[in-house]
């Protein structure tokens, strides 16, 4: 994350409010501070992040499923799709 001063000029607030905020999301466990290295978001929370995009994506994909069905697109035709749309990314 961004040193404290840093993120207090970016968002143009006191130092005091960031450092409150990052002493809460380290008393909650979702940082880990280390004194003249920085601050890190915690390696379980970044599991959490990881869990959360991923159902984020299925969601997505349940919809374009759905929608794919409902227009008459076979499995084949679908994957086809998404491998061209992904190559193309």
Known sequence: LPSIRSFANDLKVSVLTIRRVYEELEKEGFV???VGIGTFVSAGNLDLLRD????LVEE????MIHTAKSLSIT???LME???ILYEEE
């Open 32 to 34: 880990t501070s280390q």
């Open 52 to 55: 959360s995009k991923r159902r």
């Open 60 to 63: 997505k994909m349940q919809d």
């Open 75 to 77: 499995k084949e035709e």
């Open 81 to 83: 799709m998404m491998d």
